[in-house]
């Protein structure tokens, strides 16, 4: 009922019943006529439902029932002296929204009339109705002129505050990738030089009683922990490119179809996957380095051998994980220094205890092998 009320239609009903009324009222005034009157008070209110449909002054439908309400009322107030309070009200309310929608200079022109009528009219009465309603309308239009300064000052707040945030969220992204990026390059990679270093002791260290042994495996197995933790810290960390990205765990070897299914929309080339040996869930660091070794031997295929066909096979054994990904695409042209990614690979199987080969296949293409334990005690 209340939004009814506040309706446009709602709102020029309302004006428009209370200028009929008044106009019935002032029918036995033997200088007014019924027919005129009633004329007068429907044309001064009913345009009001144009100027309240929407923003005024934004169209020329609502601009032109703007200045049909004022015309009517200017009207209705000199020649014929039947002004009612609810066209007078119509006139006041158009020039407020006028005002509101930020059109000052045409609140300004609807006041205007009124001023001359003031100004030059004999008739005491008009003068008296005149003077009230510019003083009306100018405050109407400067409660308007008002209410739009402090709505377009709140916008602009809430825009600028949204760019702060923006600034301050890019700034912490920012701040998040650093920090990631520091991690990787510094204390992984030294939690991986001490799971490294541990296992060799252990190994190579000759008359190496078997407590001694055992410490060392559990230095290696808590560095190697370690290093999984990190790495899935870093996951969180890196989650700064899209606010929209949902945190997932770590990939493992259930999503290797995944990953050969988009590495094969990439390359549009054939890449297959052959799994020998009793398959069984692994240990999580286990899974997730045979799963980025296989994607970081993916990447180097597709991009030293585009067009090439993959193998990737999977051989589960008792004591060890073997992971092969070979191509049939030219090898390699010449040997130098390993690239930052088969030093990655080779790195992430140590981390886990495993080892890792790199080189040219038998029959041509290249070869990717990895050997993972897949429990503490295949390190023996």
Not at 101 to 127: C, N
Not at 183 to 200: C, F, K, R
């Amino acid at each position: 009922m209340r939004n009814s009320v506040r309706s446009p239609v709602g709102v020029s009903a309302g004006l428009a019943l209370l200028a009929v009324g008044e106009g019935l009222l002032r029918s036995g005034d033997p200088g007014s006529s019924l027919a005129v009157v009633l004329l007068l008070a429907l044309a001064t209110t009913l345009p009001l439902v144009f100027v309240l449909g929407g923003e005024a002054g934004r169209d020329r439908g609502r601009s032109a029932a703007l200045v049909a309400v004022s015309a009517a009322c200017v009207l209705a107030l000199v020649p014929f002296q039947a002004l009612t309070v609810g066209a007078a009200g119509a006139q006041l309310v158009c020039v407020y929204v006028s005002a509101r929608a930020g059109r000052p200079l045409l609140a300004g022109v609807l006041v205007v009339p009124y001023v001359a009528v003031a100004l030059f009219t004999d008739h005491d009465a008009t003068r008296i109705v005149a003077v009230l309603l510019a003083t009306l309308a100018s405050a109407a239009a400067a409660t308007g002129v008002t209410h739009h300064v402090r709505s377009t000052a709140l916008a602009h707040s809430a825009t600028e505050q949204a760019f702060a945030d923006t600034l301050l969220e890019h700034a912490a992204r920012g701040e998040r990738a650093r920090i990631a990026r520091e991690l990787h390059d510094v204390v992984a990679h030294h939690i991986s030089m001490i799971a490294v270093q541990a296992e060799n002791a252990r190994l190579t260290t000759a008359g190496l009683p078997p407590d001694g042994a055992a410490r060392f495996l559990a230095i290696g197995d808590t560095a190697r922990t370690a290093l999984t933790e990190m790495r899935r810290l870093l996951g969180v960390l890196r989650e700064d490119a899209d606010t929209g990205v949902q945190r997932r765990p770590q990939p493992g070897l259930g999503q290797l179809l995944e990953l050969l299914d988009e590495a094969r929309d990439a390359a549009g080339s054939a890449t297959r996957l052959i799994v020998s040996g009793p398959v069984a869930a692994l240990d999580p660091g286990v899974e997730v380095t045979a799963y980025r070794i296989v994607q970081e031997a993916l990447t180097n295929a597709r991009r030293h051998a585009p067009g090439a066909a993959v193998d990737v096979e999977l051989h589960y054994g008792d004591d060890e994980l073997a992971v092969r990904v070979r191509d049939n695409g030219p090898g390699p042209t010449a040997p130098g220094v390993p690239g930052h990614g088969l030093l990655g690979m080779r790195e992430r199987a140590a981390t886990v205890g495993g080892t890792l080969r790199t080189g040219p296949a038998p029959g041509g293409g290249f070869l990717v092998e990895a050997r993972l334990p897949v429990h503490a005690e295949a390190l023996a």
